[in-house]
């Protein structure tokens, strides 16, 4: 409170922004005090005098309350959602075991009450009345095509291709991959399984037939849905050829073959006659057009599955993450409006993509849920011209943008002109998610996006809490720009040292959540032992998600990166040893480590440091080589930005890779620490002089 203080004279941060002086954002520091701020940011209040939570006052009582009776608060939050059935009144809202040492973990929310998300999302607008307030805006990749549908459009878009899925024999607990670019078909796609209790996995439309293939195999879903192709900027993908060439890899490993490969068809980008067709396929424009406008709604009981998402960890393959109807269905509905304060006349647009957690809940889920307009955008951020998110902004009047960093630096790096020619006027608020924002990227976006007159919410969370874990509120409390601040209602981070005590005050360590939230994932899909061991053995009794953070005197916590095995490049999770075993399949290669480095614009690079094999001599056709074995065995955001041939790697006398010591080297940093305990202390010069 003292920084706050000096920086603000007469501003008291308890009773919210009314009154005080109001500080502005810092323009002129140097980068290095920029990357280094702890300065507080306030923005005006005016603008959020309706939001739900305006001062961090009130925002104190409301936190308290969901921590002391977590079955009061999300009870609450869950009866402003439809339920045919009442969750059971003679059990705790709440039922959960976070301790292996007492029995199997297990999270249980709303216990005996039977909903459904497709009919809170879509239904209950239009029997409120709503029915032609547009639910979805789509802006496709090339300017001149753009869609919207009404919210009463929607339940009869959804309803037919439920009716498609339940023709093909798809029923309540089967998965359905679905595989498509941002087309308005994938939120339908989406919600057409909710209302009839599939389980939807999507797969991000930018991985390779080798991991599509492994994700259907591990799910075993008898129904996969995609698209013909989607140009997205320039590039042109042919995504039925990905996925026939997915689902031939499922029958050569495993003898296992898709029933029904459901098509959109896409002329746009590519002729039907030149798609290859076989048995399985149908086309979805042929399909839905016979298919009813009406579908009874499957009600669900609130733990049975909602939906999964391959996440990477930091061993072995991709997770399925599992979500649950009720719980998730809350948890998104709340966060949403919390956080972006949804106004009747506001269009929601989120950049993520629907194959990543953040476009299942900000994109489809949490703005349906609150009668919310949510923009899809097709293509490509800066294509055709630096300005299409801004140009994107004026011609729907966006009120709130919630995107990735990485988009923010990438952007950073055109002149001011391509935003500034843009109005912008209509946004209230920015948002971000993802990775850690840099102090200069956050400035750039405060001060050049949204001209100083909208809050960012840094929000940090992950694939497996379902929505936002730590934010700020806007207009709530002061922003520090690279800090997720405070924790969202019923959740209580908690810092914990190497010994695993809890850090009280300001501090730095490992971040954990003591108690379940409504979102909190609650399997690994097939793999429950694995769910246990990932995220409640390293720390007994807490959830642990593999981030380290700060915490300043102020209360805000600000997190300082994956602790594990994980990187985040641009927004996406990859864990080093997929990487690995991707580069180290190549006959070339004798020994591979792979590493994060920092990256200017993709917040962490790729960093591999390889070991050629013996007599294999043509480099130049080994990077290549390698290159090419990244994209196809994961897909091209996997690709390394370094390849280093080294003629060695810094191990331990019992042969363990020290990381720690690549991780340095990869960044220029020269404090690498004791390496005389090396098995060959020499190496780690070889390897230095090797990268000049
Ligand atoms: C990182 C994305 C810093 C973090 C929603 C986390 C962040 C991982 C932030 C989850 C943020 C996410 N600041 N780091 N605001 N948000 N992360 O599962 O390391 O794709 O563990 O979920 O991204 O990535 P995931």
Redesign the pocket.
């Known amino acids: 409170l003292r920084r706050l203080q000096v920086l603000s004279p007469g501003f008291l941060p308890d009773v919210g922004l009314s009154g005080g002086s109001l500080r502005q954002a810092p323009c002129s520091s140097s980068p290095s005090k920029q990357e280094d701020s702890s300065d507080l940011v306030s923005v005006p209040p005016h603008l959020f005098r309706d939001a739900p939570v305006s001062s961090r006052s009130q925002y104190e009582s409301l936190y308290s309350q969901s921590l002391g009776d977590p079955d009061g608060f999300w009870g609450g939050e869950a009866k402003c959602l439809f339920w045919k059935n009442p969750w059971d009144a003679d059990r705790p809202v709440c039922a959960y075991n976070f301790d292996k040492r007492k029995g199997p973990i297990f999270v249980e929310w709303f216990r005996g009450g039977y909903t459904n998300v497709c009919y809170n999302a879509i239904d209950r607008h239009v029997d409120s009345g709503r029915g032609n307030q547009v639910a979805v805006l789509w802006e496709g990749n090339d300017p001149r095509f753009n869609a919207r549908i009404t919210y009463s459009e929607l339940l009869r878009y959804v309803c037919q291709v439920a009716n498609l899925l339940r023709s093909r024999g798809v029923k309540k607990g089967d998965r359905v991959c679905i595989y498509m670019p941002m087309i308005l078909e994938l939120p339908v796609a989406m919600l057409a399984c909710a209302r009839i209790g599939a389980i939807h996995s999507v797969v991000f439309a930018g991985f390779s037939a080798e991991a599509l293939s492994g994700r259907i195999l591990d799910c075993q879903s008898q129904v996969v849905l995609t698209c013909s192709a989607v140009r997205r900027g320039d590039k042109m993908l042919l995504l039925k050829e990905i996925v026939d060439e997915a689902l031939q890899l499922c029958s050569q490993r495993s003898g296992f073959s898709v029933e029904t490969c459901v098509v959109y068809d896409n002329e746009t980008a590519v002729p039907r006659k030149n798609v290859a067709w076989q048995a399985r396929d149908i086309w979805w424009q042929d399909a839905v057009r016979e298919c009813s406008t009406s579908a009874e709604v499957e009600w669900m009981e609130s733990e049975e599955p909602l939906f999964m998402l391959y ?1 990477s960890g930091s061993t072995g393959k991709p997770k399925g993450v599992l979500h649950t109807v009720g719980g998730y269905m809350v948890y998104a509905s709340t966060t949403f409006k919390y956080c972006f304060a949804p106004r009747k006349e506001d269009i929601f647009w989120c950049t993520a993509d629907c194959g ?3 476009g299942h809940t900000y994109v489809v889920y949490g703005p349906l849920l609150n009668g919310t307009t949510s923009l899809v955008y097709e293509g490509v951020p800066a294509w055709p011209h630096p300005g299409r998110c801004w140009e994107i902004v004026d011609k729907y009047k966006v009120t709130a943008f919630y995107t990735a ?1 990485t988009l923010i630096r990438s952007l950073q790096a055109y002149d001011k002109e391509h935003v500034k020619k843009f109005s912008r006027s209509s946004l209230r608020l920015l948002a ?6 840099n102090p200069k990227a956050w400035n750039w976006y405060f001060d050049v996006v949204g001209d100083r007159r909208c809050p960012i919410l ?8 379902g929505g936002v874990m ?1 934010t700020p509120l806007p207009g709530a409390w002061p922003l520090k720009p690279g800090s ?1 601040t405070l924790p969202f209602f019923g959740v209580e981070p908690v810092v914990l040292d190497q010994q695993g005590k809890e850090l009280k005050g300001p501090c730095e360590g490992y971040l954990c959540i003591r108690h379940p939230w409504p979102g909190i994932a609650r399997t690994i899909y097939g793999d429950h032992k694995r769910y246990e061991e990932t995220y409640f053995s390293t720390w007994l009794s807490y959830y642990n ?3 380290g953070c700060r915490r300043d005197e102020n209360g805000y916590i600000t ?1 300082t ?2 602790v594990d095995d ?1 990187i ?1 490049v641009s ?3 990859i864990s080093t040893s997929e990487v690995e075993a991707a580069l180290a399949s190549h006959p070339g290669c004798a020994e591979v480590a792979v590493v994060g480095f920092p990256h200017e614009v993709k917040g962490e690079g790729i960093y591999a440091y390889i070991i050629q094999m013996d007599g294999h001599t043509d480099r130049g056709e080994l990077i290549k080589a390698l290159k090419v074995l990244a994209r196809k065995e994961i897909g091209g955001f996997a690709v390394p930005d370094v390849l280093h041939f080294v003629p060695g790697l810094p191990k331990t006398r019992s042969g363990k890779v020290m990381r720690n010591i690549l991780r340095k080297i990869a960044s220029n940093r020269t404090d690498l620490g004791d390496t005389s305990t090396l098995a060959d202390p020499a190496v780690v010069s070889k390897i230095i002089s090797s990268k000049m």
């Open positions: 996440t990543w957690i953040t960093p971000t998610a993802g990775e850690p924002i840094d929000t940090w969370w992950q694939t497996e809490t730590l997720a998600t593999g981030d997190i990166g994956r994980v985040n927004g996406h999770r």
